[in-house]
């Protein structure tokens, strides 16, 4: 089984100039005319004007619990995919990420990272295997450029082609336990099927009046960044179909509960399931161990960049570790506040913090070093000034309930 992508709007082969990282204009998905049309909040997140909250669904909290309880839609259009194909696809990408493709099976999917030769990162990523020689990179809409820039000028000396797919794509994420069953309502595909982390390709049946409408070839995967189950499905990037796609979706989750999804429920449900965000939990001047990835980080694999770094510096020893917090006493750990010891000395800081919609508690991920990174101590965080007590606890926060 293989699956075809539809021919990118550029085929890189050879030296080209690295893409601009710079973008002169604030970027819009083909959705952006609906999100406003619905009333959405609109942000500037990482170049894109994109939708952080939509009132009339009730909100960031509401968006939130509906996705734990039921099922909610996200445009995470912004996000990029770079392809690798050729006979030494897999090569390159063993090359350059820290999982071990060899692993994948067709239609298989991992989470993996690129890292710099300093054992950080460039990105973390989700590798997709669609064909015998054929590799999509799913990264972070704020590395877009990077990450293409790094794939491509450190797969050079591979037979395989890279292809920057980013903008062929309205990527919709279809997220919580009735994920399953509204999808389901328009596909082909028996989703049951459909592994965790498992990708595959179908027809998706849309109506717009009496008319009913077959979008072929789409590719569905059984991938989130919510901690709850759920897809992302792949569908042509022009307005008209990214429109029809979704409010189809909207029209046939009414029985389900379905509400249109923005940025800040992303962001909160990401955080009770302790999923890093780039910039936050894991940047360029952060390890692997020390973000606590190394069950994704496989050493006994071919040489990959970065792999001499992360032995001398599991050797070496941690230096900080990222751990979970719940306040105990009152006010939230927002991004970047200070970690303090019992006696008030700086010794970390937080990476992301929040009110948990569905805990309904404050909770933040931080940056310790060892000796308080034990479950059950207590530290400070500074909040206007003031040393606030938290304690450690476990991580994720929030896993989903079994199925029965």
């Known amino acids: 089984m293989s699956f075809t992508i539809p021919a990118a709007t550029a085929l890189i082969e050879g030296p080209l100039p690295a893409v601009s990282a710079t973008t002169p204009t604030i970027r819009k998905t083909a959705l952006n005319a609906v999100h406003r049309q619905m009333g959405a909040k609109m942000v500037e997140f990482n170049g894109w004007d994109m939708p952080v909250e939509y009132p009339s669904a009730g909100g960031i909290i ?36 820290m999982n071990d493709g060899s692993r994948l099976a067709i239609g298989q999917a991992q989470y993996s990272a690129l890292l710099y030769p300093q054992g950080t990162f460039v990105d973390d990523v989700i590798v997709h295997r669609l064909g015998e020689d054929d590799y999509l990179l799913v990264i972070n809409a704020g590395t877009r450029e990077k990450d293409f820039n790094w794939v491509r000028d450190n797969t050079r000396q591979f037979n395989c082609k890279v292809e920057n797919l980013s903008d062929d794509f309205t990527q919709i994420a279809i997220q919580g336990p009735k994920g399953v069953n509204l999808l389901q309502k328009l596909t082909n595909v028996d989703l049951s099927a459909v592994k965790f982390y498992w990708v595959t390709r179908g027809a998706l049946a849309f109506f717009e009046k009496t008319t009913r409408h077959y979008l072929q070839n789409i590719l569905i995967a059984r991938t989130g960044y919510t901690a709850e189950d759920g897809f992302e499905i792949y569908v042509p990037a022009d307005e008209a179909t990214s429109a029809m796609v979704w409010n189809q979706l909207l029209e046939a989750g009414k ?117 308080f990174a034990s479950v059950g101590s207590t530290v400070k965080v500074e909040i206007r000034g003031q040393g606030v007590k938290a304690q450690v606890v476990p991580t994720p926060f929030y896993k989903r309930p079994k199925k029965s």
């Not at 923005?262 to 001047?285: C, M, P, Q, V």
């Not at 980080?297 to 719940?326: N, S, V, W, Y």
Request: charged letters at 25%; one cysteine or more; proline letters at 4%.
């Open 62 to 97: 509401a968006e939130h619990n509906a996705v734990r309880a039921g099922v909610g839609i996200f445009d995470v259009s912004h996000m990029g995919d770079i392809r690798l194909q050729g006979p030494e696809a897999l090569a390159g990408v063993q090359h350059i990420s």
């Open 255 to 371: 029985e389900f509960g379905v509400v249109p999804c923005g940025l800040g429920a992303r962001n909160t449900l990401r955080l009770e399931g302790s999923l890093s965000l780039y910039g936050h939990e894991i940047s360029d001047t952060i390890n692997v161990w020390e973000a606590g990835l190394d069950r994704f980080c496989r050493m006994e694999k071919p040489d990959f960049i970065g792999r001499a770094a992360l032995e001398k510096a599991k050797t070496a020893g941690l230096k900080q570790k990222l751990i979970g917090l719940e306040m105990i006493e009152r006010g939230i750990a927002r991004d970047s506040y200070k970690v303090l010891d019992d006696s008030g000395r700086e010794i970390g800081y937080v990476t992301s913090g929040s009110h948990s919609p569905f805990l309904k508690k404050n909770i933040a991920l931080a940056y310790v070093p060892p000796q």
